[in-house]
């Protein structure tokens, strides 16, 4: 079965981000990381996201003090994620249901 990281790179998302997470956690597909990545955020993204790292071991919470620009921070992601694939998502968006599992079966192809 393949394994797959979803990587959330994320400033200052604390206005949509429960949304983004719930919609990920939500997947009929399980077997993933959601790995989220603060880029030293001043608002309250960390405390959002550490609520539901706290309750899921699939997610996996790191944060900078250092603000780096958007694809460096985005690669920055990409270097925290443990799997072969990686799924990149934005804090503002919402996954439709059967999204991974999606992605996953075109990739087993």
């Known amino acids: 079965m393949t394994k797959i990281s979803i990587a959330l790179p994320v400033y200052n998302g604390a206005n949509f981000i ?3 997470i719930e919609s990920i956690l939500i997947q009929d ?3 993933f990381e959601l ?3 603060d880029n030293a955020s001043k608002d309250d993204t960390f405390a959002i996201a550490d609520s539901f790292a ?3 071991n699939r997610v996996k919470l790191f944060s900078f003090e250092e603000h780096l620009g958007q694809v460096d921070n985005v690669n920055r992601a990409a270097r925290m994620c443990t799997n072969e694939w990686i799924h990149f ?8 249901q059967g999204c991974i599992k999606n992605v996953v079966e075109t990739i087993e192809k």
């Open 54 to 56: 706290q309750k899921d």
């Open 35 to 37: 790995v989220i990545v």
């Open 18 to 20: 429960k949304e983004a």
């Open 89 to 96: 998502f934005c804090h503002d968006d919402i996954m439709l």
């Open 29 to 31: 597909y399980k077997d």
